[in-house]
């Protein structure tokens, strides 16, 4: 009866555990989905995720070099679409963005806003009406997360009311107590304070969105 050589089945157990250990690496660094969210499940079984097939659309198509001309250098012989004055001509009729750049009025209105993006309007009067109103946005999280009992909320329309305040403080010097965030804030105040806005059974159910 022939043996094995020691010396072949040391190799082979070698052999073996460096494969086991390199497949255990292997399915370790492969990216793991997000809880509940839909993800390319072909995807999450290779080390680069997405990347191989983006990559395929990249060398087939090259680098964007036309596009990338025509949005930043050839604005004259192409010019913003009638879209955006089909969408907003009934309520904004001289609003620049709609107008051809060609037209007197693009830039007679541009020059009324230009000053909004300048750095020392930005930094010292946009930002901090900025932060301020994203400061209120958290308090008002902060009391909705207290009020849900681990159940979901609708942000969207804090987001948004978030949004206008930003703009409206910057552009026109709203007092943080007329925005509309900081009266959802006062508005959830008055309900916690009231006994009967939440039932036993509705604080249990986490599933139910408040």
Known sequence: MSLVPPSSFAAAVVAS??????YVLYRAALPKPLANVPYNEDAAEKLFGDVPEMMGYVMRTKHPFESQ???LRRTKEFDRSGFFGDLINGILPEQHIQFLSTDERFKTNRNLINHLMAPTFVSQISAPEVYKAASTLIDLWQLKCDL???RPFSAHGDITAFALDGIFASSFGL???????YQRVQRIKRWSSDPSFFTADEKRHVDNPM
Do not use: K, P, R
Not at 175 to 181: I, P
């Open 148 to 150: 849900a009992y681990g």
């Open 175 to 181: 007092a943080e107590e007329e925005s509309n965030t």
């Open 69 to 71: 001309d025509i949005l």
């Open 17 to 22: 555990l460096v494969s086991i250990l390199l």
